[in-house]
């Protein structure tokens, strides 16, 4: 029987989509209304993304 995952925050869902659109995209990085269209979400959606980023994200030191 296969074993169910916990469930996710909506905010990290956003932060996975967020991410890998950042990684995709050319160095420079891309604007809240590039990230809208490229992942598909609100700009409501987006903030929560980058927000949960931030705060999942390894410091660099």
Known sequence: ?????????PA????????VAL???RP???????LMA???LTRSQVGRGIRQFA???PRRT
């Open 1 to 9: 029987m296969p074993r169910r995952r916990e469930a996710r925050s």
């Open 12 to 19: 990290e869902h956003y932060c996975d989509l967020v991410r």
């Open 23 to 25: 990684l995709e995209a």
């Open 28 to 34: 420079v990085g891309l604007h809240t209304y590039q």
């Open 38 to 40: 490229a992942t598909r």
């Open 55 to 57: 705060t999942s994200a």
